[in-house]
């Protein structure tokens, strides 16, 4: 039995009273999207027509249309003259009075401001509305199947850089996800729909939904497919005939979905990754310092040694090589992008390449060495490194013990030009310097060989790639893994600009955008940007005040010894420090640089406000100091011994120079930022000797507010 996929909206009947009535004819397309729409989110339908209410035009207007819908400008324009016309036939079937009709024309009058900035917004484009829209503009009937297919046809047909771009920032994945999304949403809202139907469709103006095949030997599944075939006829009539089939169906490889994309799974763990690392995928990443040119993308691709092996062919496959070719569609269609495609899908191409090959690679049973070899941890940390070379052991030691130097971790290592291939731990002198650890043992070092070695095997196999190089010790991206992480990471909507981009950013985008970025790449982005606007002390002073007004938006998260720690390994201009000493934030940190420069300042310079900043990022990390002493000892049960005091005794060297004291000096910490002095104040309230110093802190402690970060 084939069942028909009409629904019950009264739609013949609204085109023909607003023809008759106002004189207005509807476009038909955009008309039946509308009352369709409305129906399946629940619209009461006795008169005759979905009755529509504010909420429910917010919905239809703001979410089903911009994903659904691929209309003319003006179908679109027409949208609000379709909700405000069947605002008046419901009023003309009595079921509106004049109050909630005036109501419901203001909502969509509102709705309606929106609507096109939603419709216009490329993060809502599927793959119906864009193929949709090509057609179209070609002049092609999107009534007509056969012109729509004979359309695909040709497109399929033409080279590939003569096809349009996606509008910018857009990736396939994101229409792939976008239209997965949307296909969802409609798919929810007809069963919805159907439970409707079937709990009582007389109370709301009859079935909305056609009866599904009766007698199914397996009713779910026959339900399943009777809600997906009017899905698709919906999808259809809204963007263009036969469309749905065709990209389901013998052009299914224009339309990719999940499946055959397995970057876009990477991408997912790449930006857990950068979630877990800062919190916010909107934080930037720094970009890599050599990126290839987009003409040089196929020769590098076509060089390396596993993606020229499986496009190759043949019997010398191992069995792992064939499935990693298979997802990766080889023969086809990947062997067309291979030869013809453009250096977006190559670079696509050798994603899914790195995505597959990850995905093949054994998984360790010790939880330890499952962290360490995790290849998307491996990837992301080379990238957010700044796609500098890192060192296996030291990486290995990391993960293991962490006990390496701090002011290493970022550090970038010299790459050897000749190395034996298989991995030997590097000399012991060699190896302490590596890890910043000169007392480094010969037993520790051989305690480490075992997780070296296993990390440098990891990076091997992704070494076939010719994304990934190890030479010696060292081992990194190279410029087309640099290039292919990055795609990846866009993927999955991780702020990860290139050099460019990065040149592009005002003084305020810059200080905020390095912020986390090692500490030799932020640097040298500061000059970069310095640089390109002359080096000029003015150009300097701009980015001081940006790091000063970026302290004073969010004091609690803007550490100012980061920023200058950047500035001075940037070398900021000596007269452009002494321009910002008056600045009652930075001013303190400015006199403490000149001062490690041997620069004399004078005291009254600096605004009281600009040193009880400084001196309560001082105190903060005292407090830490004095804590961790405290967790040491609570960690082998005993009480600390004897107990820590770098807070106090920074305090009291501080206050020794304070004006008014050491009371004084209390005020001007809770003054500069209560909250973010909130725990200085209570181990003062707590801990010091000094009874005047208890009660000031117990004063302005009951104005701090608890800090987060």
Request: charged share 25%; proline share 9%; net charge negative.
């Amino acid at each position: 039995m084939i069942s028909t996929t009409a629904l019950n909206t009264g739609h013949a009947d609204f085109l023909a009273w607003a023809e008759q009535e106002r004189g207005t004819a509807l476009p038909a397309r955009a008309s039946d999207a509308v009352l369709t729409l409305l129906a399946l989110r629940g619209a009461d339908r006795r008169a005759g027509v979905p009755e529509p209410t504010p909420q429910l035009v917010r919905s239809v207007l703001h979410k089903d249309l911009p994903v659904l819908l691929c209309a003319t400008a003006a179908e679109l324009d027409a949208v609000p003259d379709i909700l405000r016309a069947l605002a008046d036939r419901v009023r003309a079937a009595g079921r509106l009075n004049t109050k909630r009709h005036t109501r419901l024309l203001a909502a969509i009058d509102e709705a309606s401001g929106d609507f096109r900035t939603a419709m216009d917004d490329p993060w809502n484009l599927t793959w119906p509305r864009w193929y949709a829209s090509l057609l179209r503009a070609d002049g092609v009937d999107a009534d007509d199947a056969e012109a729509v297919r004979a359309w695909l046809a040709a497109h399929d047909q033409s080279p590939h850089a003569d096809r349009p771009a996606l509008p910018e920032p857009l990736q396939r994945p994101d229409l792939t996800a976008r239209t997965f999304a949307a296909r969802e949403q409609l798919s929810e809202a007809l069963l919805a729909a159907f439970a409707r139907d079937a709990a009582g469709p007389a109370a709301r103006g009859g079935a909305l939904l056609p009866a599904p095949p009766l007698g199914a030997d397996h009713p779910d599944d026959a339900l399943a497919e009777h809600l997906d075939r009017i899905a698709s006829a919906l999808s259809d009539r809204w963007t263009a005939a036969g469309l749905g089939e065709a990209l389901a169906g013998p052009y299914a490889f224009l339309a990719p979905g999940p499946e055959a994309m397995p970057h876009a799974a990477l991408a997912d763990r790449l930006l857990d990754e950068h979630l877990d690392y800062y919190g916010n995928s909107g934080i930037p990443l720094p970009p890599p310092p050599e990126l290839p040119a987009p003409e040089e993308i196929r020769d590098l691709l076509h060089a390396a040694p596993l993606p020229a092996a499986l496009a190759a062919g043949g019997d010398d496959l191992t069995d792992a090589q064939r499935d990693i070719a298979e997802r990766c569609g080889f023969p086809e269609p990947a062997m067309t992008v291979w030869n013809e495609g453009t250096p977006q899908e190559l670079t696509e191409l050798a994603a899914d390449l790195l995505a597959a090959v990850m995905d093949s690679m054994p998984v360790p049973d010790d939880p330890d060495q499952r962290y360490l070899l995790d290849g998307a941890h491996l990837l992301y940390t080379l990238y957010e490194r700044g796609s500098t070379p890192d060192s296996v052991a030291r990486k290995a030691a990391d993960v293991s013990d962490g006990n390496i130097a701090p002011e290493l971790e970022d550090d970038p290592v010299s790459v050897p030009t000749a190395q034996p291939a298989a991995y030997e731990l590097p000399p012991l002198p060699e190896l302490a310097a590596v890890l910043g650890r000169p007392d480094l043992t010969e037993p520790e070092r051989a305690e480490l060989d075992t997780q070296a070695k296993a990390l440098a095997a990891t990076v091997d196999r992704l070494g076939a790639t010719g994304f990934v190089f190890r030479a010696g010790d060292a081992y990194g991206l190279t410029p087309l893994g640099s290039a292919v992480l990055r795609h990846i990471l866009t993927v999955g909507h991780c702020a990860a600009p290139d050099q460019k981009a990065v040149a592009a950013w005002n003084a305020a985008e810059t200080i905020e955008g390095i912020y986390h970025w090692p500490h030799k790449i932020a640097a040298t982005a500061l000059n970069a940007w310095a640089a390109a606007r002359g080096g000029t002390d003015a150009a300097w002073s701009e980015l001081l005040g940006a790091v000063s007004a970026a302290k004073s938006a969010d004091f609690l998260n803007v550490e100012l010894s980061r920023h200058f720690d950047h500035l001075d390994e940037a070398g900021v201009p000596t007269v452009a420090l002494r321009t910002a000493l008056d600045d009652p934030v930075t001013g303190a940190h400015a006199a403490r640089l000149l001062g490690a420069r041997g620069e004399a300042v004078p005291e009254e310079q600096v605004p009281p406000n600009a040193r009880a900043t400084l001196l309560l990022e001082d105190l903060d990390q005292r407090w830490i100091d004095d804590m961790r002493v405290y967790v040491a000892a609570a960690a082998e049960e005993r009480d600390p011994d004897p107990l820590p005091t770098a807070l106090l005794d920074a305090f009291d060297a501080a206050a020794a120079t304070w004006p008014d004291g050491p009371a004084a000096l209390v005020r001007a910490l809770a003054a500069a930022n209560p909250t973010d002095a909130v725990r200085i104040l209570g181990d003062l309230q707590d801990r010091h000797p000094d009874g005047r110093v208890r009660d000031t802190a117990a004063h302005e402690m009951k104005s701090a507010k608890p800090r987060h970060r």
